[in-house]
């Protein structure tokens, strides 16, 4: 079954790009309208990061981050099986001054971000970017989906654009790959079970990885964040920015509670396309509870 559903999605990615979005949308609505588990997780996130809105401003931030939810399945999509005709001119870019120099000089870095639901899209519109100038295209660090039919067509499809998939714990590949001046698409917002400190993400405890103060630390590597963002119909937005000062130097929770302060920046600027559907949360308690409630 699973291979029928990538064939029809496949079919559904050669119409026009202006229609997928609109299915996305309207994909989105059915999130908002539906009772789902992720619903109510979205919910709960905003209700405790976004504290000083009022209840009826919560609900809206709700209802829209699910219609962008529903645009970013869309956009993934499109990055694993769109035609890459016209893609660079659907993609403007800002601080590009901060990454481009380093990958010149044939060194690699890592390539921080957050879970936006533009991301895979962003990372294929970079890459495109990166391969017209010439520059060696961006690995992508990821976790392996648990349906194996499924991965392997993600696999195959991300091949395309990323040159190489990296597996989220396979530290030592990601390094050949920043050896051989290549960026390494990393999201570490996610929740971390292990190898991992407690720093506020919009006021609430997280549990947030060590991976990247410790390989930016241990290894000499610059980490450059960059963040993408949908901004208007069909047209999006890539900002590179300034190295987070404190990664790379022993100062290891310093440096992760910059970069959460960073993604929290950006987020507000687009609050409604981050992941909220995420239980980024779950180490976290509240009055001895825990913060999702079953």
């Not at 990061?49 to 869309?74: K, P, S």
């Not at 929740?191 to 990885?209: D, K, L, R, W």
Request: aromatic share 10%.
């Amino acid at each position: 079954m699973t291979d029928v559903w990538v064939y029809l999605a496949k079919l559904f990615c050669r119409l026009p790009l202006s229609w997928q979005m609109c299915f996305g949308r309207g994909l989105g609505w059915l999130f908002w309208i539906l009772p789902n588990s992720r619903k109510k997780v979205v919910r709960t996130n905003i209700k405790a990061c976004f504290a000083h809105m009022a209840t009826d401003q919560q609900d809206q931030l709700v209802r829209d981050n699910l219609i962008a939810t529903g645009q970013g399945v869309v956009e993934m999509m499109a990055a694993l099986w769109s035609s890459d005709r016209g893609l660079e001119r659907r993609f403007s870019f800002s601080g590009l001054e901060h990454l481009l120099p380093v990958l010149e000089q044939g060194q690699g870095v890592l390539l921080l971000s957050c879970h936006t639901t533009s991301i895979e899209w962003g990372i294929k519109g970079l890459n495109a970017h990166l391969r017209s100038q010439g520059l060696p295209v961006g690995h992508m660090l990821a976790r392996e989906h648990n349906n194996k039919k499924l991965e392997a067509h993600y696999q195959k499809a991300r091949l395309q654009f990323v040159e190489k998939v990296i597996d989220k714990k396979d530290i030592r590949s990601l390094l050949k790959s920043v050896k051989k001046g290549h960026g390494v698409y990393y999201a570490p917002d996610q929740h971390f079970s292990y190898n991992h400190e407690m720093i506020e993400f919009f006021g609430v405890p997280a549990a947030t990885t060590l991976g990247p103060a410790k390989i930016t630390e241990s290894k000499g590597i610059a980490a450059i964040p960059w963040f993408c963002f949908r901004q208007g119909k069909g047209h999006w937005h890539i900002e590179v920015c300034p190295p987070i000062p404190a990664m790379g130097t022993e100062q290891h929770v310093l440096a992760l509670q910059q970069m959460n302060q960073l993604f929290e920046e950006k987020i507000k600027q687009h609050p409604a396309q981050y992941l909220w559907a995420h239980r980024r949360f779950k180490h976290t308690k509240l009055d001895g509870k825990p913060f999702y409630e079953k």
